[in-house]
Each structure stands twice: as structure tokens, then as C-alpha cells.
């Protein structure tokens, strides 16, 4: 199996490193704490799973840099709650908006992101090829994933109460969670029109 379209140990450490830059600075003087832990367990759980999965079970290059980006995403929003980040209210000043969107952007991520996941795992690990149901299966779970965690904002609401409002992010809007949800979907539908080539291209090269 080459590794010509994973990434090289070198670059992979650089990346970690940079993740965890953000990490340490996000955690210094959060906005709010329970926020803050909330929104960077992904991170926290995620990263040491890749590192441990590295050498047996290679993701390819696209997918790491994803992930990370995605990991920038939450670790920001983490830091200042969804509702405060700087460039999320500089665009709704510019733009006369009447709530910070950066988490409309985590969302659409929150789908864009597990598409290409999914994708790969569901390439690599059954019988589907590129095509209408795989299609069909990468927004399936995209959107799953993204109903999973609006439990998760739910459950969180029902134990915390209003010290959770900021890891709900809700800004007053009474159609949060279905905005959230179709952010995902649109996320996932455009992963995989914008990236399924190049993502074939770099799952040929390892091997798939």
C-alpha cells in the first residue's frame, strides 16, 4: 500500500501540532468552561484515535486535512461560544444579520466533513462504489451524525439547564435545530459533489 496520498508522519506531526496549538490556546481563559469542554471533546477523543489508527489503517491526505480544519472550527467556537466569535459577528455587522451565523458554518461543516468520513470507510470497507446509493448512504449519515449531536445539545439542556445555553447556541432562534440540521445535509451533499473525484483519486492510491 503507498502512501503517496496519505500524509507523510512529518506532515502528519506538523498537523497535530498546529490542532493542539489552537487547543492550548482556546483553553486559556474560555468564555465559558462547560462550553469550552463540550465543544473540544470531539478534539480531545479524536486526535489520539487518529494517531493510534495511523500506521494499520491510513486515511487518506484529504480526509486528515479536513479533519483538522474541522477541529480548528470547534476549538474557535469553543473559545468564545458560537455566539461571540469575532469573525462570525463581523459578518453580521457588515451584512446587517440578526444572529452571529459562525454556527450555521460549524454545522455545515458538522455534515461536510463526516460525508467524506463516511465516504471512505463505506468505499474501503463494503462493497459499494461510487453511485447513487453511496451517494444516498454518505448524507444518511451525515444527517444522523448531526441528529445525534442535537440530542447531545438536548441532553445537555436537560441537565444544565440555562449554564447550557451557550453550547446550544440557539440565539433566540426557535428553528435552530432544523436549520442545523439542513446546514448538515447541505454540508454533506456539497462534500461529495465538490470532492469525490479527488477523494477517489487519493483512495486509488492507497490501495482501495
Not at 480544519?69 to 467556537?77: E, F, K, N, P, T
Request: hydrophobic share 55%.
Amino acid at each position: 500500500m503507498t502512501q503517496v496520498q496519505t500524509l507523510t508522519p512529518q506532515k502528519g506531526w506538523a498537523l497535530t501540532a498546529a490542532v493542539m496549538a489552537l487547543l492550548i490556546w482556546s483553553g486559556v481563559g474560555p468564555e465559558d468552561r462547560l462550553t469550552w469542554l463540550m465543544e473540544v471533546i470531539w478534539v480531545l477523543v479524536g486526535v489520539p484515535l487518529l494517531i493510534a489508527t495511523y500506521q494499520r489503517y491510513p486515511l487518506t491526505r484529504l480526509l486528515y486535512v479536513l479533519i483538522a480544519l474541522h477541529c480548528a472550527l470547534l476549538i474557535v467556537g469553543g473559545h468564545y461560544t458560537y455566539a461571540k466569535v469575532p469573525l462570525g459577528m463581523w459578518v453580521q455587522d457588515a451584512f446587517d444579520l440578526t444572529r452571529n451565523h459562525y454556527d450555521r458554518l460549524g454545522h455545515f461543516a458538522q455534515g461536510f466533513v463526516p460525508a467524506i468520513l463516511a465516504r471512505e470507510l463505506l468505499l474501503r470497507n463494503t462493497a459499494l462504489k461510487p453511485g447513487g446509493w453511496l451517494f444516498y448512504l454518505v448524507v444518511a449519515a451525515a444527517l444522523s451524525f448531526s441528529a445525534f449531536f442535537e440530542m447531545i445539545e438536548w441532553w445537555a439542556a436537560l441537565v444544565w439547564g440555562a449554564d447550557a445555553d451557550a453550547f446550544l447556541a440557539t440565539q433566540g432562534d426557535v428553528w435552530d435545530t432544523q436549520w442545523d440540521m439542513f446546514m448538515a445535509m447541505v454540508g454533506a451533499v456539497l462534500a461529495q459533489l465538490m470532492l469525490a473525484r479527488w477523494h477517489d483519486r487519493q483512495l486509488f492510491a492507497l490501495g482501495k
